[in-house]
Every structure is written in structure tokens, then in C-alpha cells.
């Protein structure tokens, strides 16, 4: 992976107005093997347990007739004929159901979280690992992206959306806009209706920056501050080079984690 030591500074009109030099964490190595690993634990530490209630599907007076009647040897209600408790029976037990107790954790290096969460920064700083995702943009833009102060006092979303097309990022979320579609299944009924593509991640040092507000009607559109950063929210599903713009004095506390 190639490093730069310098990158342009860009106002929210899109004009270059410095340079800046780039902190050493954009030089980490690119280890997808571990940014995989740290994603995938992260997810499974994340499950919350489940499972059917003890007694559920076995709360029936039953017994069996026998056999002899040419009917089938499952549990029937007492007071009736119809079949109860059995799995295939309406009504009747689940076969095998998943276990509340069961433990889901996954263990994972400190080393290898740290070095994981390195190693997918520096791959925002890569505009071919950045491409490969699929992410659209200019390609006279300098990597890592970074963005003068200003833009994390953005009041609305159409100056958010304006600074983005001056910058030459707008594509990416009109990418994410037309990709948005109905998920398939339960998860409609369950408040996720849509499934809307990673688009840019704009992480700023304020935590009450307006552009929190103003940038959350944009599809796919992400803020987050320095310290909020993990490896799932640089590197979505593991996968490596999410768009990201870094506004200066964000940049200037990344430049600490290696110190």
C-alpha cells in the first residue's frame, strides 16, 4: 500500500486551500485476514441470546391411544383427537430451537483489535482499495480525503450535499440512493424495511457538530467522531476502503494513536 506523506486540504466549496501531513496510522499494513476476524467478533459479541419459553408447546393434557385405530401414535389432547406436543403436530414443540444459554463470543486479540482497526484506517487512505470497494468519485482527488473544519458546521443537508459534489464524492451517494431497495422477508415488518448501501463516512472531532443532523437524511451517509471509530464502522462487513472524509482536526487526533 502506498503511503503519501502530505494530502490536500479541501474547503467545503471543493478549492484546495493547504496541505497537511499524514498521520503514521496510514501506513499500517493491510490485513484483511484481521480485519475480517475483528469484524466477525465484534458481530457475534453483539448477539443478544434467544430462544422459545421452557414450556412452549408442551403445555397440553395429552396421552396416546395406541395402537390399533389406524391412526398415527402421537400425543393427543385428552379431551379430543387432535395431535399436540409433537414437533410436526400445529401447535407442538419446535424440533430443535435455538438455546438461550448457548454462548455466542467470539475471543479476540487486544493486539489484533488494535492492529485491525489500523490496518482498515489505512485502507481509507488508499484510493485503489477505495475503488475496489465500489465506491465513486473524481479521480483527481487526494487520499486520505480531508476537509477544512467548516464542514462539520454544516446546518442542512443540502449544503452537506453541495460540499460533497464540490469535493467530487456526490456520486457515491447518489450510488447509494439508486442501490436502496426493499429487503425480502421478515425484515420488513420489523422496522428495516430497506437495504441502503454504504456510502461515505464523514468523521469529524466535535461530537455536537451540526452536520450529525444534516447529514443523516443522505442515503448511506455516516458521521462518527475519532473516537467512535472501530473496525466495522471503517470497514463495513469486512470488507476494506470505505469512502471517507476527515475533517483537519480530526486528522490531527488520529495522528496520536501511534504514539
Known amino acids: 500500500m502506498i503511503q503519501m506523506t502530505t494530502t490536500n486540504v479541501y474547503s467545503v ?3 484546495v486551500s493547504g496541505t497537511v501531513d499524514v498521520p503514521a496510522a496510514f501506513s499500517t499494513e ?5 480485519i475480517k476476524k475483528a469484524v466477525l467478533a465484534a458481530a457475534a459479541n453483539g448477539r443478544q441470546p434467544y430462544g422459545p419459553a421452557p414450556g412452549a408447546g408442551m403445555r397440553h393434557s395429552v396421552s396416546t391411544w395406541g395402537k390399533g385405530r389406524g391412526v398415527s401414535r402421537v400425543q393427543r389432547l385428552k379431551d379430543g383427537r387432535k395431535g399436540a406436543e409433537s414437533p410436526n403436530n400445529v401447535s407442538g414443540r419446535r424440533a430443535h430451537p435455538p438455546r438461550p444459554e448457548r454462548i455466542w463470543a467470539q475471543k479476540i486479540n487486544k493486539k489484533e483489535l488494535s492492529i485491525a482497526r489500523m490496518s482498515a484506517l489505512a485502507a481509507t487512505g488508499c ?3 477505495v475503488k475496489a470497494r465500489g465506491h465513486r468519485f473524481d479521480d483527481g482527488i487526494s487520499f486520505p480525503i480531508v476537509v477544512d473544519d467548516g464542514l462539520q458546521d454544516l446546518s442542512s443537508t443540502k449544503s452537506v450535499m453541495e460540499a460533497f459534489d464540490s469535493i467530487g464524492i456526490g456520486y457515491d451517494v447518489e450510488r447509494a440512493k439508486d442501490g436502496t431497495k426493499i429487503r425480502a422477508g421478515r425484515g420488513t415488518m420489523r422496522n428495516r424495511k430497506y437495504r441502503v448501501p454504504v456510502s461515505v463516512l464523514v468523521v469529524v472531532s466535535d461530537r455536537e457538530a451540526p452536520v450529525f443532523k444534516s447529514a443523516a437524511n443522505l442515503p ?18 469486512g470488507d476494506t476502503g ?18
Request: negative net charge.
Open 13 to 15: 466549496k471543493g478549492e
Open 30 to 34: 493491510h490485513r484483511p485476514d484481521i
Open 127 to 129: 484510493a485503489d482499495c
Open 220 to 237: 448511506g451517509v455516516e458521521v462518527e467522531t475519532v473516537d467512535t471509530l472501530n473496525t466495522g464502522i471503517l470497514a463495513p462487513g
Open 242 to 259: 470505505r469512502l471517507t472524509v476527515y475533517t483537519r482536526s480530526a486528522l490531527e487526533q488520529i495522528g496520536a494513536w501511534t504514539e
